[in-house]
């Protein structure tokens, strides 16, 4: 793991770091071109000066300087010599000069008249040189002019300007450092604010949301998400209380019923059709009690992703014949109905899981019916496959369809459990949870003048997977 933070001050640095080099190579190659063009316009200028000497007659100047080489430079640093045609000093300004080397190549571009400028050893230093001919009137003079400086100044400005770019650098890469360590800090700040914010949220805290720097454009985002998500926490947090309570409400009553009728049983002797009946109750009781388990476990297993539908070619008419000819023992009076088309409606999906949806929406609608009512079911292709179950039940409110598929619904009395099977609220949530497995849609609706209208939606077989 490592720090947002030092991250960002590091990698700010290294940039600022890499751009303070480049800007500090380009400056000092310009202030070095910059010295050399003077020194190469100076020596031009002590040619043409020296060039009006020649040519007016008179001898060549000579230095009565120092003849030490450093304090030579220091003082003048201007050799003058003229070559004769054999390129031999004929003539020089100092005697310190008769000792440059001749650069053969720039003589004899001299000598065919041009101006060449030249570096060159002159001892233990170099010297910049310019070779320029002499005019043919002067031919007695000498054949070409060279004057030269020693580039031992030049070197030492340079140093200079080296040392100056970089002790600005490292200066301002101290300066950089600290500046970027309190940039990345105040950057990093409010999110650990925010962080620190969220850890304050405890599990009674229900519907506080995050304000701090939530007018701050770059953090909006960042705080949308986590309300959101805190949303959403709040809504799994009040529906796993309700499962709590409702969970515990369904439990309570065959668990009460079978202690009633165990402690009627115990209170004196009885005949074994008394016993019977008993035990009939309780294991009714149980019954209810499995159900009520086993529904909660395939719940879970369904949002937990491990119970994956196991997709295949089915008619989804032919599904709910079979789901029909199994409700009829259970249908208490209650009338079926079936419309399909002739033609196959063909989905991909899970047999047993499709099966299991339409099981639960006909005891629904079983339950929450009088007898002798309709129950109709429907199939129908419409932009892939669409399966309806309509019953003349009381219906529910308007303001309860949304939370008919949620987890433990009981709604209003009208439509409460006529009897002891099934497990009330969990039958529809489980058939929504394995919809959604199968990338379909449940929804529900009223029917007028009184039921309620279930409606499944699937993608056909080409879409599915």
Known sequence: MYSLRRTLAVRFSLTLFLAL????????????????????????????????????????????????TAAFVRELNRLVVLRDAEGRVTAANTPLAAGLPLDTSAFRAARGGESVWTTVPWGSRWARSLYAPL??????????IEVAASTEPLARANRQTLWVV?????????????????????????????????????????????????????????VTVLNRMLERLDAALAGQRRIIADVGHDLRTPLTSMRGHIEVALRGERDAASYRQVLTSVLEDADHLASISESLILLARIEAGELAPRSAPLDLADLAAQALRRAEPRAGGRHFRLERP???????????????VLDHLLDNAIRHTPRGTMVDAQVRANRGAELVVKDDGPGIPDENLADLFGRLYRGD???????????????????????????GRITASKVTPSGLEVRIELPDGSAAG
């Open 413 to 439: 009395q009208a439509r409460t459990r006529a009897s002891g099977a099934g497990v009330a609220g969990l039958g529809l949530t489980i058939a929504a949870a394995i919809v959604d497995a199968h990338r």
């Open 135 to 144: 005019p043919a009137r002067l031919a007695t003079t000498g054949a070409v």
């Open 166 to 222: 970089a002790g600005t650098i490292l200066l301002s890469l101290v300066a950089t450092a600290f500046g970027a360590t309190w940039l990345a800090g105040s950057a990093v700040a409010p999110v650990r604010e925010i962080a620190a914010h969220v850890e304050a949220i405890g599990p009674r805290m229900v519907g506080r949301r995050i304000t701090v720097h939530a007018d701050v454009e770059e953090l909006q985002s960042l």
């Open 342 to 356: 002739a033609a196959p409606v063909m989905v991909e999906g899970d047999a047993t899981l499709l099966g299991l």
């Open 21 to 68: 080099v480049l800007i500090g190579v380009w400056a000092f190659l310009g202030v070095h071109r910059t010295l050399r063009d003077q020194l190469d316009q100076t020596l031009a200028n002590a040619s043409a000066m020296t060039l009006d000497v020649v040519a007016s007659g008179a001898p060549l100047p000579v230095h009565a300087g120092p003849l030490d």
